[in-house]
């Protein structure tokens, strides 16, 4: 299930941390497998690029760049994100 900010009425801020540097995003979708990221600055990224996704409270979880165009970004979890970390951040979405 992948779930989306649409439904909510401000997205969820977060953290990318990329290449030694933290850039700021909203957090536009998450499922077990990706995420879907607006980076509020352009960051240079690529297809492959080891990142670390940190929403909230919770710790970091390690992904790699699988898209950009232009400010967007979508990350792989490598391994997967728990369906509890999942519904951590889908509680934190609808609270926004």
């Known amino acids: 299930m992948v779930y989306q900010a649409e439904a909510c009425l401000a997205p969820l801020k977060a953290q990318l941390f990329m290449a030694g540097e933290q850039c700021s995003a909203n957090l536009l979708e998450i499922s077990p497998e990706t ?27 390690p992904a790699h760049v699988r898209a950009t165009e232009g400010n967007m970004v979508r990350i792989e979890f490598k391994p997967r994100l728990h369906h509890s970390v999942v519904a951590a951040v889908e509680q934190a979405l609808v609270e926004a």
Do not use: I, K, N, R
Not at 35 to 48: M, T
């Open 35 to 61: 995420a879907l990221l607006q980076l509020h600055v352009g960051s240079a990224s690529w297809f492959g690029m080891f990142v670390a996704l940190s929403v909230g409270d919770l710790p970091s979880c």
